[in-house]
């Protein structure tokens, strides 16, 4: 583990501020669950709901920043990688404040209220696809890149793929990826049992799961801009 482990990396950020959101949201909904559902849940304004634009947003011009480095504008594939992550990141912050209407509170266009389940300005109360399948990709990438590929590192059985090299997984995606995975597990148990959040973890652990979601793209972000700088430093 110790060859993934960046020194660099204050491990304030990546391993003491995910166990501890990890840790606190159940504690918060159990001991003040009126608390919980008034200032942690609202939607729109809601802290969990905000973390959820306010990070990714964090992520796109961090991702912008990256598209403009000359070191990965000189490799192609690094450059549609992150520019793919770019979007990713805008993608789901504009999504999740229904492009601006939550905060300038326009009326939906008619046409479009008529399509969208929720009578927002978004796609991904319009389809499935324009909701779930962004969602398997990311959950998908978080297993991969947060946990599988770091525990093969761990276990002395990386997998290096020279061209890839500025993505390779770090030892701080892990936390975020593991708070991914317990709200995810939450949320499935719950919906599969009928409980709901006075005998699961959270109250809604899917809003808690998409917290650790955006963290993780944040996160990704991040030790690739860290790399990108090392590698200027070292030119």
């Not at 609202?42 to 969990?48: D, S, Y």
């Not at 990256?66 to 990688?81: H, M």
């Not at 799961?209 to 793209?217: D, K, N, R």
Request: glycine letters at 6%; hydrophobic letters at 50%; aromatic letters at 14%.
């Amino acid at each position: 583990m110790d060859r993934l482990t960046n020194p660099k990396f204050a491990p304030w950020w990546w391993l003491y501020l995910p166990l501890a959101i990890i840790v606190a949201l159940p504690i918060i909904n159990h001991a003040a669950p009126e608390f919980y559902q008034r200032r942690m849940l609202p939607e729109g304004f809601g802290v969990l709901e905000l973390s959820h634009f306010f990070i990714p947003l964090v992520g796109f011009f961090l991702g912008v920043r990256l598209l403009f480095n000359p070191i990965v504008r000189a490799k192609r594939l690094w450059w549609y990688l992150i520019l793919l992550g770019t979007l990713a990141c805008f993608y789901t912050a504009g999504e999740e404040h229904s492009w601006g209407q939550h905060f300038f509170n326009w009326e939906t266009p008619e046409e479009w209220s008529q399509i969208n389940r929720q009578h927002e300005t978004n796609l991904h109360n319009v389809h499935p696809a324009f909701n779930m399948l962004p969602r398997a990709v990311l959950e998908l990438a978080i297993f991969v890149c947060g946990l599988l590929l770091p525990l093969l590192a761990w276990l002395g059985r990386p997998l290096r793929i020279k061209a890839l090299e500025l993505f390779e997984p770090s030892v701080i995606l892990v936390p975020v990826s593991i708070g991914a995975l317990i709200y995810k597990l939450d949320s499935m148990f719950q919906k599969e049992l009928g409980f709901d959040g006075t005998d699961g973890l959270v109250t809604r652990p899917a809003e808690a799961a998409e917290t650790f979601y955006v963290l993780f793209m944040l996160y990704y972000l991040i030790l690739i801009q860290r790399r990108v700088d090392e590698m200027a430093q070292q030119a």
